[in-house]
């Protein structure tokens, strides 16, 4: 299991690097300007830059996993599909090959003419990834990795990550938007019972370097694997009342019920990963969503940092049904190995029933009574 740690954490790191290169390399960054601006720039393979950037991100890690730990081949998921079509109409399936040469030929057939932007991908994805973290180092955990699954959101809020904003000031420590909510999130789930029990996030673009104006990122890892709870961080502290933070396309409803819990404590962010971060980081002590709008992929592995941290995640309209019929037990953890049955595509994977993300189970109890 460590070593599934570690490797979890140097796939996300490689994966952090790509999407700065992205936004730091001339050829890339036009890519992104052209992406953003949409039909005021030439859309014949630029419309799909920003999904390239995710999906090859997503195909890293699948390949850097899966050859260090051939017991997770097929079972490593994501976000994104990777075949594309290209400006000739022929479908490319978007991988890693054996060497920077045929990833960069590879990749000129979906950048076409963009020699310059596939070489650079290429080299970034056939580059080691060197941590040097003595805490990661020093984890020693026994579970087998036959035993584990691997979801991976490659960018979330990749909407942000495209309009890159980086003046947006942060409330109380919560940023509403911009740059710094776009993370790579990779979470393992026991395969048997669908439960996280390892997460990493990565934070691309934590800050800049005052003397050579780059982005520095970091990374926060949790492992909540039957009585083990490990996690880089600390437990924050349980406040009084609930912080809450929200999405800004959250209901009046439960806009209006959180207003007497959180008074002045409503805060909110984009991106479904961000806002469960900002929970795990004690910025807030809840994240409530109502509507269906997250997925499997989206959540695993921040819930996994939740769990290692004495918190968790759980479906929300469950967990009113049970409170309104009288059940007092703590509301069935969100599961990560269970499709939603007569769904299609994505919406398989999506958390139908809305989730609480909490640090402390005072706080979920507390949420739970308000709504």
Known sequence: MAGVLQALVGASEKAAHIARLCRREEPLFQLLVAEKTGADRNRRFLQDFKTLADVLIQEVIKHDLGKQFPELQGHIHGEESNEFRNGQGETVAVRVC?????????????????RAAAELLADAVHRDVALGDAELAGVALSIPPQDLAIWIDPIDSTNEYIGGREDVAP???????????ALVLVGAYDRRTG?????????????RDPLTRRWQGRYHWGVAYGDTR?????????????CVVLSRAEGAAVRAALGPLC?????????AGYKMLCVILGLADAYVLSEGSTFAWDACAPHAILRALGGGAVALAGALRARRAGDTGPPPELVYNCPEEGAAGAERWANRGGLVA???PQHLEAVLAAL
């Open 171 to 181: 409330v109380d420590g919560i940023a509403p938007a911009g740059l710094c909510s």
């Open 230 to 242: 490990l996690c880089s961080l600390s437990p924050p502290p349980l406040r009084p009342a609930p």
């Open 358 to 360: 909490y640090a402390h």
């Open 98 to 114: 054996a060497t920077p040469g045929d990833t960069a030929a590879l990749l000129l057939s979906v950048l076409e003419p963009e």
């Open 195 to 207: 439960c996280p029990v390892l997460g990493v996030i990565n934070e691309p673009f934590f800050r």
């Open 263 to 271: 008074g002045d404590r409503l805060r909110f962010a984009a991106g």
